[in-house]
Antibody, heavy 117, light 107 residues
Framework: QVQLQQWGAGLLKPWETLSLTCAVYGESFSGHYWNWIRQPPGKGLEWIGEINHRGSINYNPSLKSRVTISVDTPKNQFSLKLNSVTAADTAVYFC???????????WGQGTLVTVSS | DIVLTQSPDTLSLSPGERATLSCRAS???????LAWYQQRPGQAPRLLIY???SRATGIPDRFIGSGSGTDFTLTITRLAPEDFAVYYC?????????FGQGTKVEI
């Protein structure tokens, strides 16, 4: 059974850096793309980016200047950093798995990140 | 970027009725790499359909995906009480892997 477990700080001040990590259990890390998606309160889903085990990355251009996604293959973990956060970055952040040619099939539990002074 | 526009924004129906949700892309979706997800309040989305018409594991056959190119449809043939939720389409044929804005199916 594949499980994605994510963690990170839930309350940030403006201009700080958001940092989340997602650990993958029960599945090989290779052969998939590992995604970050966010959802502002009461709003829709926004794709942030994805990475594979080799470090091949795709970013949403709207966030690309502030986002870094990285992978730690030996630990079966991947991470998200978003710098210079503002209130507009307040959202539930999800990590997720996308098999290479398929859609997202497993999701983490979500982490609410609130940006407030 | 491929923009996905879902319609309607809200669909008000009763259990047992048929729901038809639309997802229109601003340009052709490569390889019909179009998925549908269901999201209930407080939960992560759940994959329903991939490749536009293939049901994910464990998804009831009342969920039917169809379409190609720029026009895609999710049909729920007979709404069950647990189907009242928000539905999103996503294309993963090109980057960025954009989502539609969602359709809420409500009683």
């Amino acid at each position: 059974q594949v499980q994605l477990q994510q963690w990170g700080a839930g309350l940030l001040k403006p201009w700080e850096t958001l940092s989340l990590t997602c650990a993958v259990y029960g599945e090989s890390f290779s052969g998939h793309y590992w995604n970050w998606i966010r959802q502002p309160p009461g709003k829709g889903l926004e794709w942030i980016g994805e990475i594979n085990h080799r470090g091949s990355i795709n970013y949403n251009p709207s966030l690309k200047s502030r986002v870094t996604i990285s992978v730690d293959t030996p630990k079966n973990q991947f991470s998200l950093k978003l710098n210079s956060v503002t209130a507009a970055d307040t959202a539930v952040y999800f990590c997720a798995r996308r098999p290479r040619t398929l859609a997202i099939d497993y999701w983490g539990q979500g982490t609410l990140v609130t940006v407030s002074s | 970027d491929i923009v996905l526009t879902q319609s309607p924004d809200t669909l008000s129906l009763s259990p047992g009725e048929r729901a038809t949700l639309s997802c229109r892309a601003s340009q052709s979706v490569s390889g019909s790499y179009l998925a549908w997800y269901q999201q209930r309040p407080g939960q992560a989305p759940r994959l329903l359909i991939y490749y536009a018409s293939s049901r994910a594991t464990g998804i009831p056959d009342r969920f039917i995906g169809s379409g190609s190119g720029t026009d895609f449809t999710l049909t729920i043939t007979r709404l069950a009480p647990e189907d009242f939720a928000v539905y999103y389409c996503q294309q993963f044929g090109s980057s960025p892997r954009t989502f539609g804005q969602g359709t809420k199916v409500e009683i």
